[in-house]
């Protein structure tokens, strides 16, 4: 059967993108309910310690106000865990922080405080008059001080499989036997979530026992369990909408305190109650990437064989909480290096919880990683993408099995096409145009291929338009887009009559979308929605309609909203076929689970991404001029929203290289960044043209529809480009993200 999807589509433009354009689109603090009450939270002052007296008469007579909630008067949600379940006493493997439990503060910035009143304003006013005494006790945030009580993370301990456990591959520090060996430091800050629209919350119970949250997530019903359980309620009395998202990168995948706060406060006060944290308090209460170090030990033969890679990296959690995320998995599968170890620890701090960040773990591996391949490039005198090739690997060296598919070498000539790497000069500072030393760097990056079961519903209605329906959400990605054009392609209507309604948790069965797993979990449940109803319009012209008795699907086709006969002159329009067949609107539910095909194969999707910079020699200002990136993502469903992610992950990685950076006074626990004036991040002058190339073969071993995911890989490998290009225009190599100016001269 021929594929459909090996053509890149026609480009469709974004089906909701007017809806965002004009306002129409409902984020989650855009729903006004009747009796619409609004909280304000108040937050510590002080990083750990006690809570000794709260004064909230001022705030309380305050205009407007209906409750100020603290854990003097909270409510217990009856789900939350006990003490001894908890890990700030005694310590275990971590549970979400809960808000207003009990006079103990635990980072700086902790909610402490709720007011809800009438509006707004007269919520935010009367926050500002609570007065909190607190009982100081010394805190530690100091990552770099704190090095050595790094531990190995619980759950790696219970599982020496888990991927978060020690590996080695070979001998152990096997990188020492080899005659060039380098040992190398990586350091990166912690980066914060600053998506364009702020985290918010809608909460409403409708009944004393069914609740209904319009909430910033990434996942509807993965966030209808965590509450169901949290409020000791059956998961279907409580519904999720979150059917528009001003953008997430991981901040969505885990219920914070503000949200449980909301839902707390609607209880008190018997009224909907709308939370909106503000630019400030984005910075320490829905996560952040975490500041990692790296050490990295590589040696190689003179030829350019890897003889080994060490790569051992620290990243900070908080103290309640062990936040983990696979930094060393690029290390352990990428390279052709006989001797390979990862380790990797946690440190807790007297922080809030960090989370995953687009390219979570990866794209600081990476980092480390092919900023260590640059380097002992370099020291062999060979091209870093020569050095690449040389140590390419057909099957995966961790898990000693095939690819699913790998097309990076593909992409690999590509990339350096379209950059003109055949410009570059092996020796770095060699090339200068009037004051700009100018260089070229690349890297790769990698992401596991994941895929997840789904469902979906399927309404095909007598007037031939379709609707389709997923609990899934779309983050940014486009993903009602893609789904549109999967199903368009299946059955042969055109877009514009079909609709894929998301982002509710009364719809079918769908995961987070996080994990670059979203086309490739949910497409195939509408390719088989769009089977089906194929299947049962066969079964209708076939009684129907004589030309098309006894007809099978392959003798049929399903285009332009028609099924004709191949070969024959006989078709009909699937409405004029509804009609006359009198069959009704046809309704199919259909899931995709995954199965056994992909068992003995690793999958992955991969990206090699070519940056070309300018230096200035007197202030060491980078100008970033070019990128090309090239990805191996399997299919590409939608050529516009695919190149979407690219182009939005390259932005992402520039910040990463360049600018984000959250400072911290730790005479305080307290970041002093915490707006977009002081935290950076890329603006229009600060990001050039950007290249996206695509493969575009499909990987059936995934997913029946050939895709591999594209979002993570889309920033994997993005910031060790450009600092490899920074050292090839300069000869500096700044081994400490970001490469700021100061660090250059
Ligand atoms: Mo992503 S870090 O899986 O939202």
């Known amino acids: 059967m021929e594929n459909p999807f090996q053509k890149i589509s026609e480009p469709l433009s974004r089906v909701d993108g007017r809806m965002k354009v004009t306002g129409a689109a409902k984020y ?114 100091d990552f770099e001080k704190n090095l050595d009580k790094a531990v190995l993370p619980a759950s790696a301990k219970k599982n020496p499989k888990s991927p978060l456990a020690d590996y080695d591959r070979g001998q152990v520090d096997g990188y020492k036997l080899a005659p ?52 000791k309620l059956p998961p279907e009395n409580v519904k999720v909408i979150a059917q528009f998202v001003g953008g997430a990168f991981g901040n969505g995948l885990h219920n914070w305190p503000h949200e449980t706060a909301a839902i707390m406060g609607a209880k008190i006060v018997k009224k909907p109650v709308k939370l909106m944290l503000t630019r400030e308090q984005m910075f320490f209460m829905v996560g952040y990437r975490p500041r990692t170090t790296q050490k990295i030990g590589i040696g190689a033969n003179r030829d350019g064989k890897l003889v080994g890679i060490t790569h051992s990296s620290i990243g900070m959690t908080s ?39 687009r390219g979570p773990g990866e794209a600081t591996g990476a980092f480390g990683l092919e900023s260590a391949i640059d380097e002992i490039a370099y020291e062999l005198n060979i091209d870093p993408l020569q050095f690449r090739v040389i140590n390419h690997t057909d099957q ?63 309404k095909l209605f007598t007037n031939g338009s379709l609707l389709l329906q997923s609990a899934v959400t779309d983050i940014g990605p486009g993903t009602g887009t893609a789904m549109t054009q999967i199903a368009s392609d299946a059955i042969g209507l055109p877009a514009t009559k079909i609709t894929f309604q998301l982002g509710n948790s009364e719809f079918p069965e769908a995961g987070n979308q996080g994990g670059s797993s979203t086309v490739n979990s949910v497409g195939p449940a509408v390719l088989n929605v769009c089977t089906a109803l194929k299947q049962q319009l066969l079964g209708l012209a076939s009684t129907s309609i004589p030309d098309f008795k006894g007809a099978t699907m392959e003798q049929v086709s399903f285009k332009d909203s028609t099924i004709s006969l191949n070969g024959k002159n006989a078709s009909i329009t699937i409405a004029d076929l509804m009609k006359k067949s009198g069959s009704g609107d046809l309704d199919v539910f259909q899931e995709a689970k995954v199965g056994e095909e992909g068992k003995n194969y690793s999958k992955y999707s991969f990206s090699v991404h070519f940056a070309k910079v300018h230096v200035h020699t007197a202030t060491g200002e980078v100008r970033v001029k070019h990128v090309v990136t090239c990805a191996d993502a399997g299919t590409i469903i939608s050529a516009k929203t695919a190149a979407n992610q690219m182009i939005g992950g390259v932005t992402g990685g520039i910040g990463m290289a360049l600018q984000e950076d959250a400072v911290m006074d730790h005479r305080f626990g307290r970041y002093i960044t915490k707006d977009l004036a002081d935290y950076h991040v890329p603006v229009h002058a600060d990001v050039p043209g950007i290249d996206v190339l695509f493969v ?39 081994r400490q993200l970001p490469i700021t100016l100061d660090k250059l001269i």
């Not at 936040?323 to 990862?342: C, G, K």
């Not at 050939?706 to 910031?719: D, F, S, W």
Request: aromatic residues 10%; glycine residues 6%; charged residues 20%.
């Open 28 to 141: 989650s603090a855009e729903f006004i309910l009747p009796d619409m009450t609004y909280a304000v939270l108040v937050s510590s002052t002080v990083t750990k310690g006690r809570i000794t007296s709260i004064d909230s008469k001022a705030a309380s007579n305050a205009p407007g106000v209906l409750a100020v909630v603290s854990h003097q008067n909270a409510i217990r949600p009856p789900g939350y865990p006990a003490d001894n379940e908890h890990p700030t006493e005694p310590s275990t493997v971590g549970q979400p922080h809960r808000v207003f439990y009990n006079d103990k503060v635990v980072f700086n910035g902790q909610p402490v405080a709720m007011v809800i009143a009438d509006t707004f304003e007269r919520a935010r006013y009367a926050a500002s008059l609570i007065k909190i005494q607190y009982a100081k006790e010394e805190h530690t945030t």
């Open 696 to 734: 575009n073969k499909p990987d059936f071993i995934v997913d029946p529809l050939g895709t591999k995911g594209i979002g993570e890989i889309a920033i994997i490998g993005v910031a060790p480009a450009i600092a490899n290009a920074i050292f090839n225009a300069t000869g500096k190599r700044i």
């Open 180 to 231: 060039v060996k380098l040992e190398l430091e990586y350091d990166h800050p912690a980066e914060m979530h600053n998506p364009m629209e702020l985290q918010a919350i809608t909460a409403h119970w409708e009944a004393e026992d069914r609740l209904t949250i319009y909430d910033k997530v990434q996942g509807t019903q993965p966030t209808q369990q965590n509450f169901a359980k949290e409020w």
């Open 319 to 357: 103290s309640y909480e062990q936040f983990t995320e696979s930094v060393l998995q690029q290390t352990r599968m990428m390279y052709n290096a006989p001797n390979v170890s990862t380790r990797y620890r946690i440190l807790p701090l007297d922080v809030s919880t960090p989370i995953w960040m």
């Open 396 to 458: 995966d060296p961790e898990k000693n099995q095939p690819w699913s598919t790998k097309y990076l070498k593909e992409c690999f000539d590509m990339g350096a096409k379209a950059i003109g790497w055949d410009k570059r000069q092996l020796k770095a500072g060699a090339v200068s145009e009037g004051p700009w030393k100018v260089g070229y760097g690349m890297a790769v990056g990698t992401f596991g291929a994941n895929r997840r079961g789904a469902k979906v519903r399927g």
